[in-house]
């Protein structure tokens, strides 16, 4: 079989599945969405799989109330190894739905390539998974146990309360983590770290309520320009971070980024300068970095001439591996305390975290995803680190420490996933199936008679 072939001849249908699953505004807060919305998104990826398949392909409620797609499918072979293909169908919410130039829930191609809120993150790795089962047909030479949850973006946690409460239902050789990316269009990788993530509010408070600025301004304590002074030590002129008790001059030693082709897809402007005195692989996947999500503060249209009495603002603390989660959440708390002037009253709430998580590339199953990308891409890949967190990672490998996990998946920079214009690139969705089935392909030969899959 021509996989190569058969992937191409896949395509069409692949746009035609992602345009469904992208127009479903599965976005996980019940707040502002639907929940409907949801359900209706695990239910198109159960009857998704069931086709390519997952004959038992199913929903199971997880416990902050989401609905993960669970499912397996044996190959004829009992001494097959076992690989856990995972993603997940929820999505960010569009964030400045009028910052986008395309509707953000409908599928639409521009200069080549799809936008769409979820087209990168994650459903596009969704459509990936599937054309590459498509493309196998019934020539399946593993076995494959599916995990599609539904509630990854808010960090909630229901899977990896499942994973420890029901962890045979999840064993295996090999799992996919497919929620990641590329360095670029065309240039594979596999990402070997994740920085963990420690999400608080904080809160100031000064006064009993708002007092006139002309009456009281001076000698009464302005709780805005509290929270001000706070954030303003989480970083030093340079712009690195500096939490007191958290080191911040660790280096990144694999595979290097560089600055001017950060500066291009992050999209900062000419005269502005990179932060932090390290390199930016330093920083951006060796380094803690603390982000001021929002400020709950009087907008500036429409404020009054008084002084603010409590403000507030929302972190984002991202933890790199060899730094201990809690120890981390702990050296953040405690500074934000320390940080506020004029004996303010500060709390600091724990919203959620997750731990960083690190792994090696010396085991069959990374061999054999590095053979099927280098024959899928034209070009051998590489080892990427991602700022971003995955806390299911780290609970996979509490779980089951023999099992390889592999990150990867159709993201690159252009993606913009979380901002608005997310889009992906159609070529990485056809790469990154054709990748997959090849690597399913030979790991069932590097393997085949080691299962440790419990089947």
């Not at 191609?109 to 809120?117: L, P, T």
């Not at 670029?184 to 608080?200: D, E, H």
């Amino acid at each position: 079989m021509d996989l190569r072939a058969h992937v191409t001849g896949l395509m069409s249908l692949a746009r035609l599945d992602l345009a469904d699953l992208v127009a479903i505004q599965s976005v996980a807060d019940p707040v502002r969405y639907p929940p409907r919305e949801c359900l209706r998104a695990a239910q198109w990826v159960r009857d998704a799989f069931a086709g390519a398949g997952f004959d038992d392909a199913r929903l199971v409620e997880t416990a902050d109330g989401s609905q993960a797609v669970l499912g397996s499918r044996l190959c004829g072979d009992p001494a097959a190894p076992t690989v856990l293909l995972y993603t997940h169908y929820d999505v960010q919410p569009p964030v400045d739905e009028s910052a986008w130039h395309t509707p953000p829930f409908v599928l639409t191609e521009v200069d080549g390539r799809w936008h769409g809120r979820g087209a990168a993150d994650c459903k596009g790795n969704i459509i990936a998974t599937l054309t590459a089962l498509r493309a196998l047909g019934d020539d399946l030479p593993v076995h494959l146990k599916v995990v599609v949850e539904g509630s990854e973006e808010q960090g909630t946690g229901g899977l990896e309360d499942f994973v420890t409460d029901y962890p045979d239902l999840l064993r295996a050789d090999a799992i996919l983590v497919c929620d990641t990316g590329n360095a670029a269009v065309g240039k594979p990788a596999v990402t070997v770290s994740l920085r963990g993530m420690v999400n608080v509010v904080l809160t100031v408070e000064a006064l009993d309520s708002a007092v006139h600025s002309g009456m009281y301004g001076g000698p009464a304590p302005d709780a805005l320009a509290a929270l001000v002074a706070v954030l303003a030590t989480l970083r030093d002129a340079a712009g690195n971070t500096t939490i007191a008790g958290l080191p911040a001059g660790q280096t990144w030693h694999g595979e290097p980024y560089p600055a001017e082709e950060f500066r291009t897809d992050a999209g900062v402007l000419p005269d502005v300068s990179l932060l932090g005195d390290g390199t930016v692989a330093d920083q951006l996947w060796a380094r803690p970095a603390v982000t001021v999500l929002g400020i709950d503060c009087p907008p500036v249209r429409g404020s009054a001439a008084a002084i603010t009495p409590r403000a507030a603002a929302r972190l984002n603390l991202r933890v790199p591996p060899g730094t201990a989660l809690r120890a981390a959440e702990v050296a953040l708390i405690d500074h934000l305390h320390t940080a506020a002037p004029w004996g303010t009253k500060v709390t600091v709430r724990t919203e959620a975290s997750g731990a960083p998580f690190a792994t090696t590339v010396d085991g069959p199953a990374h061999r054999a995803m590095a053979g099927a990308m280098a024959e899928a891409y034209g070009v051998a890949p590489t080892t990427l680190g991602q700022g971003g967190s995955i806390p299911l990672c780290t609970v996979l490998a509490e779980t089951y420490p023999e099992a390889e996990i592999i990150l990867m998946g159709v993201e690159d920079p252009r993606s913009l996933i979380h901002a608005p214009n997310e889009s992906v690139d159609p070529g990485e969705i056809a790469a990154v199936a054709l990748a997959e089935a090849l690597f399913l392909r030979a790991y069932a030969t590097a393997v085949r008679g080691g299962s440790r899959s419990g089947w």
